[in-house]
C-alpha cells in the first residue's frame, strides 16, 4: 500500500513539475557522433562550447596606433587615425554536418577602445563542425530602425546618427598629411551593412577546454586601397551621410577586401 | 483513519509545495525586484466613436502604458535637465497651450540656433504608429522614427535643439534624489538607461490624446445640428470632390485629411503639397534617398488647428485663411506634387470666400479647448 502511495506520488510530481519548461532530461549522449570524426577541416566543437573573436587592425602588416603615426596609402595619401570604431553583429557559423548556418552572436560595439584590437567571446556556441564564420560589419535594417536599443546599441555609446534614428556602422577619423586637414568618414544606413564571409577550411581545430579563438584582420590600407583607390584629396573625406555615392561605389567593396582571417587555434 | 489521513496529506503538501515554487519562478524576471514595481495599466478614457478597440492606443508589448510609467514620463517631458545646459524641456518648444506646438515659426535652441521646421503639435500619436501598419517612417515632418522610442531622444541629441549627450542626461538623472524611485516605479530598476528614459517618454507621448471637440460630440451623436449652418457647409465642402466640368465645388480636402469614416484628420502618409516648385527642404527623400519622395512630409492632423498656427511643415502660412487660399490656388505644379492637389493646377478650386469661410468654420469644430488645459497633461508639482 504504501509503496503505491509512494510510486502514485511521484509520478504526480513528475507530471506536475513546472510543464511550461518543456523539460527534457539530457542524458549524456554515450555516443556523440562528433568525438568521432578527426579528419576534418574548419572548426569541431564536440559539445557546446565558447569562440573569441579576435579583430586586429592593421595597416598593411603595421598595427595600427593612433596620433603619431604615418600611413601611405594605395593611393599615396600620408594619413594619420585618431579613431577607428565599428559594430560587428549577427555572427554565424555554417554547420557543414546539419548545411546550415547557426546564428551564435549579437550586437558588439567597437568603439574608444585599443586602436589594433578588439575581442569578444560567445559562449555556449551550439555543437557542430563548422567550415564558414560570417558576420555583419553594421547593424542590419531591422535592429537598425527598431527593438530595444539596450545593451551596445544604446545610443548613449555613440555611433549613432540621431537625425536618420540609426546607427554608424563603421567609423574612420585621422589626419591627412602635409596640411594636417582632418578627415572623418562615418558609414551607416540599412543599405550601407557589410556582410563578411570566412572561409576556414584551412585550418582544423578541435574545441578545447577553454574555447578556441578566431583570428581576423581589418587592413586599413584596403579600405583605401582595395579594389577601389580611395583619393583623400579628391573623394570626399569627410561623410556623415549614407547617401554618399562613393561609399556604395568605392568604400564597401573595399570593406569586404579589408577582412581576412589571421588564424584559427585553441585556447 | 490517521494514518490514512497522514499517507494523503503527505504527498499533498508535498505537491503544494513543488506547485508553489513553480509560480514564483515564473513571476521572478531577471535582477528586477518587484518591492516597488508598480505596474497598474494607465487608462485612456475613450469617446464611445472610438470604443473598437482597433480605435485604440496600442502600446508595443515590452513598453506597455502604467500609472508609474506615464508619469515619469510626464516629469521627463518637462524636465530641463534633458538638456545639455538644463534650459530647455520637451515642453520648452511643445507647450500645451498651443496643442504642444509653438507658435514661432522655427523653435530655439539652447544655444539659440534655429530649426528650420515647424514644431509639430502632440496629440493622438499613437495612430500614428498603428494605423499605417507597414511603414518604417512615422515620426517626425520627414518620418525619421519608426515609434515614439525612437523619436523621443532625437530633440533631445540634436544640436541645434537640446544639444545633450545621452550619457550626461543619463548620469545627471541617476544621480539626482528623485528619480531613480520613479524609474524604479516605473520599470522595476533604479538603474537608469537610454531605454528607459525612451520608453518612458514614449508612454507619456501615448497617453496624450485629444477627442472632446464639437466634431466629436457630432461623432458621438451623429446629430448634424450640432454644427451651425456655416459649419455644415463647410462640412460638405470638405468631403466633397471639386468637380469643375459638373459645376461641382468642393475642397478636396478629405483625400489626405481623413475620409469620412476617419476620426483622425489626417491619412498618416506622406505627401507633396505643392508649397514649392523646388522644395527647399526636401523631407521624406532625406531619409529614403527615393526620388518619388521629394518634398514629402507627413499629413498633420486638422484636429487643433485654432492652437497650432503657424500653418505647414516650414510654419511659412500664418493663418488658416492663408492655407485655404493656397490650396484654392492650385498652389505649384512639379513632378512629385500629389494628384490630389495637382489635378487643379493651374485654375485651383475657385471657391468663394463664403465657402473659404465656411471650410474655416467647420475646420475649427475639430479643437478641442479642454485639451489645451487638461491637468493630466500639464506640467507636473
Not at chain 1, 193 to 199: F, L
Not at chain 2, 155 to 170: D, R, T
Not at chain 2, 258 to 269: A, H, L, M, R
Amino acid at each position: 500500500m504504501k509503496k503505491i502511495f509512494y510510486s502514485l506520488f511521484t509520478s504526480i510530481l513528475i507530471i506536475s513539475s513546472c510543464g511550461k519548461e518543456n523539460q527534457i532530461v539530457n542524458e549524456p549522449d554515450p555516443f556523440n557522433q562528433l568525438d568521432t570524426i578527426t579528419v576534418f577541416k574548419g572548426i569541431l566543437l564536440p559539445q557546446a562550447g565558447k569562440i573569441t573573436l579576435n579583430f586586429e587592425n592593421y595597416f598593411k602588416t603595421s598595427p595600427v596606433v593612433y596620433a603619431n603615426q604615418n600611413y601611405i596609402t594605395n593611393a599615396n595619401d600620408t594619413i594619420s587615425f585618431s579613431d577607428l570604431s565599428y559594430r560587428i553583429s549577427n555572427v554565424q557559423l555554417y554547420d557543414q554536418l546539419k548545411l546550415k548556418w547557426v546564428d551564435i552572436g549579437t550586437y558588439k560595439l567597437n568603439s574608444g577602445g585599443d586602436a589594433f584590437k578588439y575581442s569578444f567571446t560567445i559562449n555556449n556556441v551550439p555543437a557542430g563542425l563548422y567550415n564558414n564564420i560570417r558576420f555583419n560589419i553594421g547593424v542590419d535594417s531591422l535592429r537598425n530602425h527598431s527593438g530595444d536599443q539596450t545593451g551596445d546599441l544604446d545610443p548613449a555609446l555613440g555611433m549613432y546618427w540621431s537625425w536618420t534614428n540609426g546607427y554608424i556602422h563603421f567609423r574612420i577619423e585621422g589626419r591627412l598629411q602635409p596640411s594636417l586637414t582632418t578627415f572623418s568618414i562615418h558609414i551607416g544606413g540599412s543599405e550601407n551593412v557589410v556582410n563578411k564571409s570566412i572561409d576556414l577550411t584551412n585550418y582544423a581545430v578541435k574545441n578545447a577546454s577553454n574555447g578556441l579563438s578566431i583570428g581576423i584582420k581589418f587592413n586599413i590600407n584596403q579600405f583605401f586601397s582595395s579594389p577601389n583607390l580611395y583619393y583623400l584629396k579628391t573623394d570626399p573625406k569627410d561623410i556623415h551621410d549614407q547617401f554618399v555615392p562613393e561609399i556604395k561605389l568605392k568604400l564597401l567593396p573595399n570593406m569586404l577586401n579589408m577582412v581576412s582571417l589571421i588564424d584559427v587555434k585553441a585556447n | 483513519m490517521k494514518n490514512i489521513n497522514f499517507k494523503i496529506s503527505l504527498p499533498s503538501f508535498f505537491i503544494l509545495l513543488l506547485f508553489s515554487s513553480c509560480v514564483k519562478d515564473t513571476k521572478i524576471e531577471s535582477n528586477i525586484s518587484n518591492n516597488e514595481w508598480d505596474k497598474t495599466p494607465y487608462i485612456i478614457q475613450y469617446p464611445t466613436f472610438l470604443s473598437d478597440s482597433s480605435n485604440q492606443v496600442i502600446s508595443p508589448i515590452d513598453n506597455p502604458l502604467t500609472n508609474a510609467g506615464v508619469e515619469l514620463g510626464r516629469k521627463l517631458f518637462y524636465e530641463p535637465m534633458l538638456s545639455a545646459n538644463n534650459t530647455q524641456s520637451c515642453a520648452t518648444c511643445h507647450i500645451q497651450a498651443y496643442a504642444f506646438s509653438d507658435t514661432a515659426q522655427f523653435s530655439t535652441g539652447i544655444y539659440g540656433d534655429k530649426g528650420t521646421r515647424n514644431a509639430p503639435p502632440i496629440y493622438n500619436l499613437a495612430y500614428q504608429e498603428s494605423k499605417p501598419a507597414d511603414t518604417i517612417h512615422r515620426f517626425f515632418w520627414d518620418g525619421t522614427s519608426i515609434n515614439l522610442e525612437r523619436q523621443s531622444i532625437v530633440p533631445i541629441q540634436s544640436k541645434i535643439e537640446m544639444a545633450a549627450e545621452l550619457k550626461l542626461v543619463v548620469n545627471k538623472l541617476q544621480s539626482h534624489p528623485v528619480y531613480p524611485s520613479l524609474f524604479k516605479k516605473a520599470f522595476g530598476t533604479d538603474s537608469i538607461h537610454t531605454y528607459l528614459i525612451q520608453k518612458a517618454l514614449a508612454q507619456f507621448e501615448r497617453s496624450v490624446i485629444s477627442f472632446n471637440s464639437k466634431f466629436d460630440e457630432f461623432l458621438s451623436t451623429r446629430n448634424f445640428n450640432v454644427f451651425t449652418d456655416a459649419e455644415k457647409r463647410g462640412y460638405v465642402l470638405f468631403y466633397s470632390e471639386n468637380k469643375p466640368s459638373e459645376l461641382i465645388k468642393g475642397g478636396d480636402c478629405f483625400h489626405c485629411h481623413g475620409q469620412e469614416k476617419s476620426f483622425f484628420g489626417t491619412d498618416f502618409q506622406f505627401h507633396n503639397n505643392g508649397l514649392q516648385k523646388q522644395p527647399t527642404d526636401s523631407g521624406l527623400f532625406r531619409i529614403t534617398n527615393n526620388y518619388n519622395d521629394i518634398g514629402k512630409f507627413k499629413t498633420p492632423s486638422l484636429r487643433n488647428l485654432a492652437f497650432t498656427a503657424p500653418y505647414m511643415h516650414n510654419g511659412s502660412k500664418k493663418t488658416l485663411k492663408e492655407v485655404i487660399d493656397f490650396y484654392d490656388s492650385g498652389a505649384t505644379l512639379s513632378p512629385w506634387v500629389d494628384p490630389n492637389i495637382s489635378k487643379h493646377f493651374p485654375l485651383g478650386l475657385q471657391l468663394t470666400e463664403e465657402q473659404k469661410q465656411d471650410l474655416i468654420s467647420f475646420i475649427l469644430t475639430m479643437s478641442d479647448s479642454s485639451f489645451v488645459k487638461k491637468t493630466a497633461y500639464s506640467k507636473p508639482n
